[in-house]
């Protein structure tokens, strides 16, 4: 286990790097991007802002997807509504896992989970440091069709 935490401005600045355990995010956010547009039946792509805004659709979206879509009698049944009840992020924030795990690298798994809140990283990120990841986003990203 990590004995200090590092600092947000170093671990930002590992991140734009692409230096973590997992590699640079950008590749792998592109990656599974070009996959789900060349084989939508394998791959389905999912942003986090469009599971909170539209919870009833994304996952109705996802049950589709794996080819078990909900029943007239399963929707009307409320099932829905426990389903995204026990995945919401207050939910997952309770499991003992992510109040005491660790991951390989040290890290406590609580590190990973702040608030769920959609744009909640403009209350943590500098102006400079937001533009700084726009900029490397844009780049990364251009001629992809993808846009977060």
């Known amino acids: 286990m990590r004995t200090s935490p590092i600092s947000l ?5 590992f991140y734009c ?8 995010i950008w ?18 792509f999912m942003r986090y802002e469009e599971m909170k805004d539209e919870p009833y659709l994304q996952l109705r979206r996802l049950a589709n997807f794996l080819g078990i879509p909900f029943s007239p009698e399963e929707e009307n ?4 509504d426990q389903i995204i009840s026990i995945c919401s992020f ?19 798994n609580s590190s990973f989970l702040r608030k769920g809140v959609v744009g909640d990283w403009k209350n943590c990120l500098t102006a400079d440091m937001a533009s700084r990841l726009d900029q490397i986003t844009e780049e990364k990203f251009r001629g992809s069709g993808l846009s977060l």
């Not at 790097?17 to 640079?24: D, E, M, V």
């Not at 049944?77 to 829905?80: C, E, V």
């Not at 207050?90 to 406590?108: H, Y």
């Open 9 to 13: 401005e170093d671990a930002f600045d």
């Open 27 to 44: 590749d792998q956010i592109l990656g599974y991007w070009k996959e789900s547009q060349k084989n939508p039946n394998k791959v389905l």
């Open 17 to 24: 790097k692409g230096i973590s355990s997992a590699g640079p």
């Open 90 to 108: 207050k939910s997952m924030t309770k499991v003992d896992v992510n109040k005491t795990g660790t991951v390989v690298d040290g890290f406590n």
């Open 77 to 80: 049944s409320g099932l829905i």
